[in-house]
């Protein structure tokens, strides 16, 4: 069974950039992987997802153009470069894998195994 950890998240001022990181315990090598986010108080919400061999990524529409969701299979660690960010990108930042690796999918119930999550805030 797949676990996951994120890493990287912190405080930062609108403008800044932050990498996440997220290593996994077990093979993951063919699993899809995904970044979601829940703010406080709200649902949880579509950020990245990325195929088993890195070759199509998708976005949530409200992060497209400033996120770049990566991964490297040797390392067992997916990443997600934040740019330009948003106070309103505040919230905790999950990974999760996708044990189909037929498909990657931005919904959440896809997802087989999930990370703990990383706080990241976002100051004005």
């Known amino acids: 069974q797949v676990q996951l950890v994120e890493s990287g998240g912190g405080l930062v001022q609108a403008g800044d950039s932050l990498r996440l990181s997220c290593v996994a315990s077990?093979?993951?090598?063919?699993?899809?992987m995904g970044w979601f986010r829940q703010a406080q108080g709200k649902a949880r919400e579509f950020v990245a997802a990325i195929s088993w061999n890195g070759g199509l990524t998708i976005y949530g529409d409200s992060v497209k153009g400033r996120f770049t969701i990566s991964r490297d299979n040797a390392k067992n660690t997916v990443y997600l470069q934040m740019n330009s960010l948003k106070p309103e990108d505040t919230a905790v930042y999950y990974c999760?894998?996708?044990?189909?690796?037929?498909?990657?999918?931005?919904?959440?119930?896809?997802?087989?195994?999930w990370g703990q999550g990383t706080q990241v805030t976002v100051s004005s």
């Open positions: 077990g093979r993951t090598s063919t699993h899809a």
């Open positions: 999760a894998a996708d044990s189909d690796t037929l498909v990657v999918t931005p919904e959440l119930s896809e997802y087989d195994t």
